[in-house]
């Protein structure tokens, strides 16, 4: 299967600063890649679209000036998390899509991000 | 939007035993797949199945489209087995986001 890298694995930071998050299609081309958050014994819920040359878009109450997407590249994207406070510790992980037979997402190992 | 509900919610079972896991989804879609959460959160690609029927060692699936449900079949579990397992589905053909189910949390006991 196709290989979706993301670093870190797991962070720590304090409440105010900021993390980065990156997300890269190894073995292919990704025009677009998605953004997720899952809560503790929760589902995964998208939180945006990152889209190769372009604005992101966000879902609904997902606030894009505290999730800063950029997709710089056609095998990068990044996650920033701005301003960081308790409430945006969470599992984030990002997925993208190999076109071949058919179009199926690969995820990331995912970011434990802990706001402390 | 699109609504996913997996059945059981939890599923507690002995070693050696079989399963069925179902997906049932609220309208037609162009891609459904099937994950398993290991402990550590990542989420490893069990089948890429709109339609038709699968099978990979022990696990198969059958999704049934025009009926708007999915089965994941385990046949003699393993320990190795025990996690949550998702169903996902994207009504577009890649370029749309994935729903994702409820989810089923696996638990298989030596």
């Known amino acids: 299967g196709a290989v979706v890298s993301q670093h870190p694995s797991r962070v720590i930071c304090k409440s105010g600063t900021s993390v980065k998050i990156e997300c890269r299609s190894l073995?292919?081309?990704?025009?677009?890649m998605f953004w997720y958050r899952q809560f503790p014994k929760q589902s995964l819920m998208l939180m945006a679209t990152s889209n190769e040359g372009s604005k992101a878009t966000y879902e609904q109450g997902v606030e894009k000036d505290k999730f800063l997407i950029n997709h710089a590249s056609l095998t990068l994207s990044t996650l920033t998390v701005t301003s960081a406070h308790p409430e945006d510790s969470s599992f984030y992980i990002c997925s993208a899509t190999k076109r071949g037979t058919g179009a199926e997402a690969f995820f990331g190992q995912g970011t434990r991000l802990t706001v402390v | 939007g699109i609504q996913v509900e997996q059945s059981p919610p939890d599923l507690i079972l002995q070693e050696g035993a079989n399963s069925t896991l179902r997906c049932n989804f609220s309208?037609?879609?162009?891609?459904l797949q099937w994950f398993h959460q290991n402990p550590w959160g990542q989420l490893i690609n069990l089948f890429y199945i709109p339609s038709g029927t699968k099978q990979n060692g022990r696990l198969s699936a059958t999704t049934v489209a025009t009926e708007r449900y999915s089965l994941l079949y385990i046949s003699s579990s393993q320990t190795t087995d025990s996690g949550v397992y998702f169903c996902a589905v994207e009504r577009g053909f890649g370029n749309e986001k994935l729903t994702f189910g409820t989810g089923t949390r696996l638990t298989i006991i030596p």
């Open positions: 073995d292919f081309q990704a025009t677009t």
């Open positions: 309208d037609s879609v162009n891609n």
